[in-house]
């Protein structure tokens, strides 16, 4: 009977013990666990996705577009502005897209058809990742006449020539939040503008 009792006794401590280890297991998963804020973009979220059916369909030229974007977005992680939004990932994208138009006009220094074709078939899948990302795009008509508008304000202010492209800037910051601009050429649209 002693045996018995003994047996209960050890499985009874052992139930005991995984129930307390289950319990530690839960507290412990629900401090790390991850908030909203973390999540990525759901457009990065299409990019991982769209690189999983090109690996499979073999789609080599796709599959180089999406692997660069990829690992630009993860350079970009280890600084101090990683990529959180949409916008980002677009101007992200914009930045890849360029490179790779500087390389079509290198190939075609160098007479290189093969390359021009290839770089040319990435600009163009990434137009497409670009159309696709929900995010507006704002024409070059749409972004004058609000620069225009915005050139009428600051002059009605009484700002300064000198500081008139700056204001711009900064009363169109709040028109452009969200949207795929290109503040460069923004800009130099607006001195063009002005006229200085």
């Known amino acids: 009977m002693s045996m018995l009792s003994a ?10 013990r995984t129930s307390f280890s289950s319990i530690l297991m839960q507290r412990a998963s ?10 990525p973009p759901p457009f990065l979220q299409k990019i991982k996705a769209d690189l999983k059916t090109a690996m499979r369909a073999k789609d ?37 897209q360029k490179s790779a138009q500087d390389a079509v006009e290198d190939a075609k220094s160098a007479g290189r058809d093969d390359l021009v074709n290839k770089e040319m078939e990435q600009v163009r899948i990434m137009d497409e990742y ?3 990302s929900g995010v507006q795009t704002l024409g070059e008509a749409e972004l004058k006449t609000l620069a225009q508008d915005a050139i009428e304000a600051s002059k009605a202010a009484g700002t300064a020539t000198k500081a008139i492209v700056g204001d711009v800037m900064k009363r169109l910051a709040g028109a452009l939040e969200g949207k795929d601009v290109d503040r460069k050429a923004l800009a130099a649209m607006i001195k063009e503008l002005v006229g200085q």
């Open 7 to 16: 047996l209960r006794t050890s499985q009874h401590s052992c139930i005991s």
């Open 60 to 96: 080599t030229p796709r599959l180089s577009v999406l692997r660069a974007i990829l690992s630009a977005n993860l350079n970009a992680s280890k600084t101090a502005s990683p990529i959180q939004t949409d916008v980002q990932l677009v101007a992200l994208i914009r930045r890849i």
């Open 30 to 39: 629900r401090c790390y666990s991850t908030t909203t804020e973390d999540a």
């Open 130 to 132: 670009i159309a696709g």
